[in-house]
């Protein structure tokens, strides 16, 4: 079946702007996760998102960052006020809710801001 | 705070021989171990895990061994072929926690013919 999607898969944008990053899951997959990969800190942990359940927010870096999780499927994660450092891969990974499921990645979005 | 180390940062090897990467990790609440395999480009995936109540675990050319004591974990890629040549990262986590993963530093690897 249908991995997850990202898009778009590239995005430049202006310092300042505000960028918007869309993640679809697997379909049936309850649990969504947002990741970050830049050169210098490796593979961060954003944001988590489990069914109904209050999101967990503790890897975002800074209040310039938010997501939502519409109807438990699609997800944004949204960028305000871009910097360069936020030029990094923004990953979105989904898993089936249960003990020890793997996350399944996508592709990412590659974010450059100039 | 470095929670996951690894090592080495980069590898190379000839095809047929044997690739190790070691991970390290600090917090004693991890309890499961997996190793993820990502190609440019690509996001990464689960190749192997094991966990803490088993010391080894097989899966084809793919080993991990785990000393829960030394707070290690390794990955063995036997018969190492052109195609593993990508960037190994260990993730250990914590159960019932969200199932959040916290990367290692990662580990090029380049299998040469």
């Known amino acids: 079946g249908a991995g997850v999607s990202q898009s778009p898969s590239n995005k430049v944008t202006e310092k300042g702007k505000d960028v918007e990053l869309r993640c679809d899951p697997i379909?049936?997959?309850?649990?969504l996760y947002w990741y970050r990969q830049s050169l210098g800190q490796g593979l961060e942990f954003l944001i988590y998102?489990?069914?109904?359940?209050?999101?967990?927010k503790s890897g975002l870096p800074s209040d310039r960052f938010s997501a939502e999780r519409t109807g438990g499927s699609v997800s944004t994660l949204t960028i305000q006020r871009t910097q360069q450092e936020d030029s990094a891969v923004y990953l979105c990974?989904?898993?089936?809710?249960?003990?020890?499921?793997?996350?399944?990645f996508g592709n990412g979005t590659r974010l450059t801001v100039t | 705070q470095q929670q996951v180390k690894q090592s080495p940062q980069s590898l190379i090897v000839q095809k047929g021989g044997i690739s190790i990467i070691n991970c390290a990790y600090e917090?004693?609440?991890?309890?499961?171990f997996p190793w993820y395999q990502q190609f440019p480009g690509k996001g990464p995936a689960l190749l192997i895990a094991?966990?803490?109540?088993?010391s080894e675990k097989k899966e084809g050319r793919f080993t991990i061994s785990f000393n829960k004591s030394a707070k290690q974990f390794s990955l063995h890629i036997m018969d190492s072929q052109p195609g593993d040549s990508a960037t190994y990262f260990c993730?250990?986590?914590?159960?019932?926690?969200?199932?959040?993963?916290?990367f290692g530093t990662g580990t090029q690897l380049k299998v040469e013919l």
């Open positions: 990974a989904s898993s089936a809710y249960r003990a020890n499921s793997p996350l399944h």
């Open positions: 379909s049936g997959h309850t649990a």
């Open positions: 998102f489990q069914g109904n359940s209050a999101p967990d």
């Open positions: 917090n004693t609440a991890f309890d499961y």
């Open positions: 094991i966990r803490p109540d088993v």
């Open positions: 993730a250990p986590y914590i159960t019932g926690g969200g199932n959040k993963l916290t």
